[in-house]
């Protein structure tokens, strides 16, 4: 991947409300895809993966993404928010046989009550 | 598994000064990656290790910055002299090559006065 854009530095959701963060990467060759959340005073953790097989993917906390081809995204998506899904949401992807992680800038997710 | 382990946590340390921040990699990973974090930069790769060798310095900023791998249980960055614009997240993370995902240590806050 030679990029990776995630569209909105700020989202705000309410507690119980649908999470959508968005990814895209430029590629031609699909890459491995990751995304990592960041709590506050934290490193990044991983929260899910695409290496190859199904394009649905689960992670932790209840987040699933999906890796479509056609749109080059990686859309990072959770049914219900809860307070403490509030972080910082990085979109990450590696070239396949590469070692350089490509990292976007990062969304901040707010829940509120 | 006690994870990435980076130290100090903190430093605190005046314009001038030698800084040497220590990482400690997940055992039986052979990747080694040190990130730095700011608002305005956000997430950047300075140096990757693989198999205790550097492979991509790219992303050193200059030549005040210097890291080295003496084993595969150990890693330094040193900043000599440090500056003001130094002041930042650095991150350690390490992988096994095959699992691609990097594990990132909690981080260590460099403020440079």
């Known amino acids: 991947a030679q990029s990776v854009t995630q569209l909105g530095s700020h989202v705000s959701v309410s507690e119980g409300a649908l999470v959508l963060l968005r990814c895209n990467y430029s590629?031609?060759?699909?890459?491995?895809l990751f995304w990592y959340v960041q709590y506050p005073n934290q490193g990044l953790q991983l929260l899910l993966k695409y290496t190859t097989g199904a394009t649905l993917v689960k992670g932790i906390n209840g987040f699933e993404a999906e890796f479509k081809k056609s749109e080059t995204s990686f859309h990072l998506t959770k049914p219900s928010a809860h307070m403490s899904d509030a972080a910082e949401y990085f979109c990450a992807a590696l070239n396949t046989g590469g070692f350089k992680t490509i990292f976007g800038a990062g969304t901040r997710l707010f829940v509120k009550a | 598994d006690a994870g990435v382990i980076q130290s100090p946590r903190h430093e605190v340390t005046e314009m001038g000064q030698e800084v040497t921040l220590r990482c400690k990699p997940i055992?039986?990973?052979?990747?080694l990656f040190w990130y730095r974090q700011t608002m305005m930069r956000g997430l950047e790769l300075l140096i990757y290790?693989?198999?205790?060798?550097?492979?991509?310095d790219s992303g050193m900023p200059e030549d005040r910055f210097s890291a080295k791998m003496p084993n595969a249980s150990f890693s330094t960055l040193k900043i000599q002299p440090s500056e003001p614009r130094d002041s930042a997240v650095y991150f350690c993370a390490s992988s096994y090559q095959g699992l691609y995902e990097q594990y990132f240590g909690p981080g260590t806050r460099l403020t440079v006065t």
């Open positions: 290790f693989n198999n205790n060798v550097p492979i991509d």
């Open positions: 055992s039986g990973h052979n990747s």
């Open positions: 590629s031609s060759v699909p890459p491995y």
